[in-house]
């Protein structure tokens, strides 16, 4: 479901330490201290709760939405915008309105290109 989203978007998944520590995606994934540093136009945190070591690694970021159930995690008083929810439910959402949009758009531009002749 990330990396739908990463590829609607046009980004990329990162994780936090708990997710290469679990081995779930690798070191080079990883976003903070001990990880990469990224500045992103938008970064996206899914179930992160933004501690200081991850902080650091996605502040510079120009926009920050946080997606987490916990309205006290510290991520969702640092992000620029919060969802609170379950990703489960609020991913799903997202990429099934980003598809359509998407597919709307293809629409039109087909229409468009069969109107022109
Ligand atoms: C020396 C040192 C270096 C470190 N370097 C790094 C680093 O580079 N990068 C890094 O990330 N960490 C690093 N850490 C670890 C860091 O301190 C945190 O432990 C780690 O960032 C926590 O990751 P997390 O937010 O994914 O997990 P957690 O702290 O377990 O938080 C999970 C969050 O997800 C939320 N959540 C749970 N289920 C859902 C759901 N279904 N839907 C929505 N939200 C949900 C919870 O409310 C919680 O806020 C370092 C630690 C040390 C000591």
């Known amino acids: 479901m990330l990396e739908e989203l990463a590829g609607l978007l046009g980004g990329a ?51 920050i939405l946080a997606v987490n159930t916990d309205p006290e995690a510290p991520m969702v008083s640092r992000a620029d915008y919060a969802v609170i929810g379950d990703v489960h439910e609020v991913l799903p959402a997202v990429v099934a309105e980003l598809r359509a949009r998407r597919e709307q758009r293809a629409g039109q531009e087909e229409e468009r290109v069969l109107t022109r002749g």
Not at 49 to 58: E, F
């Open 13 to 63: 998944v990162g994780c936090s330490r708990v997710a290469t520590n679990n081995g779930w995606r690798p070191h080079s994934d990883q976003v903070g201290l001990t990880g990469t540093k990224v500045a992103c136009d938008l970064y996206l945190a899914c179930g992160i709760s933004g501690a200081t070591q991850h902080w650091v690694g996605c502040m510079d970021s120009r926009t």
